[in-house]
């Protein structure tokens, strides 16, 4: 389904991620934890190449794109295609309302008809707990509505990949439980997923594998009951002790 193979990305200099090997299986849930600065958010933004790789290969659904050589801006746009991306802030558009959001997309890249696009969207705000703020504006919403609103638009472009960068760490706490039930709902329907968090509960909950980064390389890797009860890499236990005080 998805595959990276010793990806690099530097930015100058400073190289942000180090030779990264990973595989996710189809249907599969797959929770990257770790300290700030680890190069969590940067694999994601790489995955569907808004940062694009310094070297390496990301392949998803049989379409590779290796960065050893050049690649082209059509290759690109046809693997982006096939994730859907929720960042730690919403991204609305502020003067559209949440039904607007939600079928820009597939009206403007994916070309799909507007009536067949709102009837999909309307469907996508109800399966989010929605259905009553079609037309509500982002101004309208709460932080939790907001990223919900972003789950339905990535969602709306038939992703093959959800990938979720720290989906809640912009939202009061008693907003964070409405959008992890909408993403553990996503993952037991079967949607593969990655998701950088330090929602460690979720993690448990729900991941099929954990992968614990730092300085740009993926240190301790497991299910989460081993990680989280018997971790055997030090730096991996130091920060699960952090965590847990």
Request: proline content about 4%; overall charge negative.
């Amino acid at each position: 389904m998805l595959s990276i193979q010793q990806l690099h990305k530097s930015f100058g200099d400073l190289e942000v991620l180090n030779g990264i090997d990973l595989k996710v299986e189809q249907g599969k849930v797959v929770v990257v934890v770790g300290p700030s600065g680890s190069g969590k958010t940067t694999l994601l933004r790489c995955l569907n190449i808004l940062e694009t790789p310094t070297k390496g290969s990301v392949s998803i659904e049989g379409q590779t794109l290796d960065f050893d050589q050049k690649v082209s801006k059509k290759d690109i746009r046809t693997l982006r295609r096939k994730t859907g991306m929720v960042f730690q802030t919403y991204n609305l558009f502020p003067h559209k309302t949440a039904l607007e959001n939600v079928i820009e997309g597939p009206i403007t890249v994916q070309k799909v008809d507007k009536s067949e696009a709102k009837e999909k969207g309307i469907h996508l705000l109800e399966k989010v707990g929605l259905g009553d703020k079609v037309d509500y504006y982002p101004f309208q919403l709460s932080g939790g509505q907001q990223q919900r609103v972003g789950i339905a638009r990535a969602l709306a472009m038939d992703p093959e990949v959800m990938l979720f960068d720290e989906p809640t760490s912009a939202l009061d706490p008693e907003l964070v439980g409405e959008v992890l039930r909408v993403m553990k709902e996503l993952a037991q329907e079967g949607m593969t997923m990655v998701v950088v968090t330090h929602e460690m509960g979720f993690a448990k909950d729900v991941a099929d594998e954990v992968i614990f980064m730092d300085n740009g390389s993926i240190v301790e890797r497991g299910k989460p009951g081993h990680i989280f009860s018997n971790p055997k890499n030090e730096r991996t236990r130091k920060f699960l002790n952090l965590i847990n005080e």
